[in-house]
């Protein structure tokens, strides 16, 4: 998708979106307390690294060994809320703006990650990552890896104006249907340690 057409959409919901923002932090504020948004390291094209920025969703709650507690004990309540609904993505749109991100593509994963990936994986990166994408609309966390990768890896083979618009379509109907939130067993997803027979 031209990223003046990007431009041009997220200007136009910008009216919209800018009061759920100051609502949501404001619950964000008085459910974690400060800082309101999560800033990380995330890889972008050819492996780029930009900060990244979200809600944040989880508290920062260790054990006796100072080792962060399992995801599923650090999620709060509005927490749970926000990801379910894709609502912590939303400050993600200022990645948007900064030229970080587009619209669809490829989801932006940990930096831990690029040195597992098989090359076949890796091309991933041959495009801007995404605020969605094709395996977000097709399984999204409920997919494992391989198929996730297998999905972002045929996105970059044939993605085209009229499949990102499909994209986002699907986008609004998962989202609305609450599909494919987290992995079985897990709270978000598991940690990806790399691909096996690779």
């Known amino acids: 998708m031209p990223r003046a057409l990007e431009i041009v959409l997220v200007a ?28 990380q390291p995330r890889p972008g094209l050819h492996g780029k690294v930009f900060e990244l920025l979200k809600f944040r969703t989880m508290t920062n709650a260790r054990d006796a060994d100072g080792v ?3 995801d ?5 309540r ?20 900064r030229g970080d991100i587009r619209l669809v593509g490829p989801r932006p994963l940990l930096v831990s990650y690029l ?24 399984g999204r966390n409920a997919l494992n890896w391989e198929e ?5 890896v045929w996105y970059v083979d044939n ?4 499949l990102d ?16 939130i987290s992995a079985e067993g897990e709270a978000t997803m598991s940690r990806f340690t790399g691909t096996k027979g690779e």
């Open 12 to 39: 136009l919901v910008l009216p919209i979106v800018a009061p759920i923002l100051l609502l949501l932090m404001v619950l964000v504020y008085f459910d974690l307390g400060r800082p309101i948004f999560f800033r």
């Open 68 to 70: 962060s507690l399992p």
């Open 72 to 76: 599923a004990q650090r999620l709060t």
């Open 78 to 97: 509005v927490g749970k809320v926000l990801r379910s609904l894709s609502l912590d993505e939303l400050p993600s749109f200022w990645n948007l703006v």
């Open 115 to 138: 040195p597992l990936y098989s090359p076949e994986q890796a091309r991933r990166h041959d495009v801007p990552p995404g605020i969605t994408g094709w395996a977000q609309v097709n």
């Open 148 to 152: 996730k990768f297998a999905l972002d």
């Open 159 to 162: 993605r085209s104006l009229w």
């Open 165 to 180: 618009l499909k994209i986002l379509w699907l986008t609004v109907r998962k989202v609305l249907a609450r599909e494919g």
